[in-house]
């Protein structure tokens, strides 16, 4: 009976062990000459609005001419500035040395993020509508320190801002705007 053990007890502890490893690693081992891929899942949520351009260097606004903005704005333009943005920067409008008076941002990009650039300019919640030109929605607003119309269109926004409390005066520059550029 002893022989019986001595022969059978290495066979168990070979089974034992093999039955250990298999409910340790379930996943199974590929056969020799086949390949295995892994899927990866990645989950993207919806960045928020890129953050607002700053002016960067001296130019003329290639999409607005600084007589359209005198004119709409009631002010002299001194002098304009650009962000780095391309291929529309946004176009900042200065009445002296230091002070914006009206700035122009042109996004282009995902429809969702073209909405929450205007809804971070005109919060919903906070604005009129606005829905010139025909076709393009956003916000009309009266701030502490001027005013904003902020539009959107499909994967386009424009946001317009100006020192005047006068909404139509922003209104018009979007206007302009959206039909200089064949949006």
């Known amino acids: ?5 001595l022969t059978a007890l290495p066979s168990l502890l070979v089974l034992g062990a093999l039955t250990a ?7 199974p081992v590929p056969a020799a000459g086949t390949t295995t891929s892994a899927v990866a899942k990645t989950t993207t949520t919806p960045a928020g609005p890129p953050p607002a351009p700053e002016p960067a260097a001296e130019g003329q606004c290639p999409y607005l001419a600084s007589s359209v903005v005198q004119e709409a704005n009631g002010q002299l333009v001194r002098k304009v500035r650009l962000s780095a943005g391309q291929p529309d920067p946004a176009c900042f409008f200065y009445a002296n040395a230091t002070d914006v008076q009206l700035s122009v941002w ?4 995902e429809p969702e993020t073209a909405k929450a650039v205007v809804d971070r300019a005109a919060p ?3 604005s009129s509508p606005a829905t010139v030109p025909a076709g393009w929605n956003g916000g009309s607003l009266t701030t502490a320190t001027g005013a904003v ?3 959107a269109k499909g994967g386009n926004a424009v946001v317009v801002t100006s020192n005047q409390k006068q909404t139509i005066k922003t209104r018009r520059i979007a206007e302009t705007v959206v039909g200089n550029l064949g949006l």
């Open 1 to 5: 009976m002893n022989r019986v053990l």
């Open 124 to 126: 919903v919640a906070d």
């Open 21 to 27: 490893c298999a409910t340790a690693d379930p996943t």
């Open 106 to 109: 042109v996004f282009r990009g």
């Open 149 to 151: 119309y902020a539009v």
